[in-house]
């Protein structure tokens, strides 16, 4: 310890030896997502887009060379929160990946030492279900139940983070904060959208940066910050065009997988730099050490002997991935290593770039210094990985439009020894198309469609082109050609329960239930998580009168989709027809506890409670279906029968009488029994 402390000393007479530091100190982590590191003042931007944070790296330790081990949000997430490479870790993209529950993060071992932890997630990449809420007491990602949002603004997320710090902070607490305004699309609110409005990226990054200062603004306030230890981290950056890639997630260049990365350790007060290679797996282990704890095996390091003045090793090989296209489209994956001078990128035109001469890595030097770039390769585990093992199911039904509303596709191709030849950078106007057509969907359907068969005019037979132009041919009614397209998209082996469960609707409209069966079987093969796709072999199968097939099915969707009310209700349906009546009232339970508004469940909930004579509780039920939709002539008849049976003549005659109204011809024999029971009331 004592060499340590001198060195610090020596170093910077106020960064207080950090493993001098006593566990109990507040700890606060925020990763702000897609932040370039050049677009930082510390980091020598000249925007002044960043003067809180510029302010806050004046009191903290600046590394320079700080690389993500993989340029996707959740992906690197759970590297930052575990310390392990994504192969251990075992999450590569965004779409279906979940941490398994086996694995240790940073929160399990930070709460372990007696610290209250919370998370406040800032977009839907990070959602409670990619398994990333393990050892948070509180997970703040609620805003995320409402169908369709994908993100809040920076602002809202320090509020919520600032309001739990409030009532914790007598203790040990551990705060994770995730900013992710600077994410794709680019919205800045105002006035940051006007000061920046040739540059919206950047606009945004502003905004971050002054919730960012309000944030430590009031962590001073209330006296937390001074003795925190703060870590502020990117997850990745942004490529904004470089190399062709508009985005992130594909390629491993700096703009993209050099992040900024400054920790400030208790009472600290003035600035470092450490310009040796660190990895975001540093955080996690860092971190816990500061809490008194740690995390055994793993590939992060502790940063605290850098921090502490330790010299470093310029020449270690900071790991990065991609793996983004090589899941969804076979290509294949990239991998690379970068020391502080080099970066060598492993693809089949292998890359070498000299990061000191040429900082924008357009010169590709591996043909000068083929040994080194040999040496740098084997500093990489020895064999790409295969990644299909690891898919877990989806985390909602609408997941996918909402990772596609951020940009990101889903969907995977199997690859062959052919499509792995393919280097992602010989394909990226192919790539570029896609992204233009997944950005356009919504706001532009057809220039979509003309960037995807561009996409498929550059590539023929890339399977994401042919799903996506398929889809729009099924939705267009063109069936035939729908079809054709999903078919060619299958024999280039791209996968995707979608292509198979619109095959089965077509399929059905052309009666051909054998090749719906087919198709849906097929889907389920491919993802037994598709709840869609099972609901719907599930229908086919009771339409047919296979109730053993069709109770499989249906709970074989429930499992995969626990929260969802459909299956429960199919299965209900099932069991009445077979005349397990109390089976079926407990599955049609099932169904309005997962939702109360839906009035089919709710009508033959009521159904069945007057068959069994508790007219009170059918007419609860037959309220509800009625409050979900009130014209619903079922339901109507239902509950003035059940107020009948209760003697509540007046209602009882309302209800006939709006029934009587409202029920379509298919009814004339319950409307005649209607006008019956009415002349009978009014006989009385
Ligand atoms: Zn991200």
Redesign the pocket.
């Known amino acids: 310890m004592l060499p340590l402390t001198l060195a610090a000393c020596r170093a910077n007479r106020t960064v207080q030896a950090p493993d001098a530091i006593p566990p109990g100190r507040p700890i606060i982590l925020i990763t702000i997502?897609?932040l370039r590191a050049d677009r930082l003042g510390s980091y020598g931007s000249r925007l002044g887009l960043t003067p809180a944070l510029d302010r806050f790296a004046q009191r903290a330790t600046r590394f320079s060379a700080a690389v993500s081990q993989v340029p996707?949000?959740l992906a690197?997430h759970t590297t930052l929160l575990t310390g392990l490479h994504p192969a251990r870790h075992g999450v590569r993209t965004n779409d279906r990946f979940r941490l398994a529950s086996h694995v240790p993060t940073l929160a399990e071992a930070i709460r372990g030492r007696g610290y209250t932890t919370a998370a406040f997630i800032g977009g839907y990449?990070l959602i409670a279900s990619s398994g990333l809420s393990r050892g948070f007491d509180r997970y703040d990602d609620e805003f995320l139940k409402k169908p369709g949002v994908v993100e809040r603004p920076a602002d809202d997320v320090v509020d919520s983070a600032l309001g739990w710090i409030e009532q914790v902070r007598s203790g040990p607490f551990f705060a994770w904060v995730h900013l992710f305004d600077p994410?794709s699309p680019y919205t800045p609110p105002p006035p940051f959208a006007a000061s920046h409005s040739g540059a919206p990226y950047d606009g945004e990054v502003a905004y971050t940066d002054a919730a960012a200062g309000r944030f430590f603004e009031r962590l001073q306030r209330l006296d937390v910050f001074t003795h925190a230890t703060v870590v502020v981290v990117a997850?990745?950056g942004e490529s904004l065009g470089e190399h062709g890639e508009r985005t992130h997630g594909t390629f491993l260049y700096d703009s993209t997988v050099r992040v900024p990365m400054l920790v400030k350790t208790p009472d600290s007060s003035a600035s470092r730099v450490v310009d040796v290679p660190v990895e975001v797996a540093d955080v996690a282990p860092t971190l816990a050490a500061l809490a008194g704890a740690s995390l055994s095996s793993i590939d992060g390091q502790s940063l605290l002997p850098l921090i502490g003045g330790a010299p470093g090793d310029p020449d270690r090989p900071a790991y990065a991935e991609s793996y983004y296209q090589n899941i969804l489209l076979g290509w294949s994956p990239l991998r690379a290593v970068r020391t502080r001078r080099w970066k060598f990128v492993e693809a089949p035109r292998a890359e070498l770039y000299d990061l000191e001469a040429d900082p924008y890595e357009r010169q590709n030097r591996i043909d000068d210094h083929a040994a080194l770039a040999a040496g740098l390769g084997r500093a990489l585990p020895a064999q790409p990985d295969s990644v299909a093992a690891h898919r877990a199911p989806a985390a909602a039904a609408d997941s996918e439009d909402r990772l596609r509303s951020l940009g990101y596709v889903s969907g995977s191709t199997i690859a062959t020894a052919a499509t792995r030849a393919i280097d992602p950078k010989d394909r990226v106007n192919v790539w570029a198309a896609i992204e233009d057509g997944v950005d356009k969907m919504t706001s532009d359907p057809a220039a979509a469609q003309h960037a995807f068969t561009r996409a498929l005019a550059l590539d023929t037979g890339n399977g994401l082109a042919l799903k996506y132009l398929g889809d729009w041919s099924f939705r267009d009614g063109r069936l035939h050609e729908a079809r054709e397209r999903y078919q060619r998209a299958i024999a280039a082996g791209f996968r995707h329960p979608d292509v198979f469960v619109n095959l089965a609707s077509i399929a059905e409209r052309e009666s051909r239930i054998e090749d719906v069966r087919a198709a849906l079987a097929d889907a389920v093969r491919m993802d037994a998580s598709d709840a869609d796709a099972w609901n719907r072999l599930g229908l086919l199968e009771a339409r047919r009168g296979a109730a053993a097939a069709a109770r499989n099915a249906f709970a074989n969707a429930i499992a995969a989709a626990p929260d969802r009310a459909e299956p429960y209700y199919n299965l209900a349906i099932v069991e009445r027809r077979a005349g397990n009546e109390a089976l079926a009232q407990a599955r049609l339970r099932d169904a309005v506890a997962r939702n109360a508004a839906y009035p089919e469940a709710q009508y033959e909930l009521g159904t069945g409670y007057l068959l069994a004579k508790q007219p009170d509780r059918a007419l609860e039920a037959y309220r509800a279906a009625l409050a979900a939709r009130p014209d619903s002539p079922e339901a109507l008849f239902g509950a003035a029968r059940a107020e009948l049976d209760l003697g509540r003549i007046d209602e009882a005659r309302r209800d006939y009488e709006r029934f009587v109204r409202v029920a379509p011809a298919q009814y004339r024999q319950q409307v005649a029994a209607a006008r019956e029971a009415l002349r009978e009331m009014s006989a009385r």
């Open positions: 997502d897609t996707l949000t690197a990449p994410h997850d990745h």
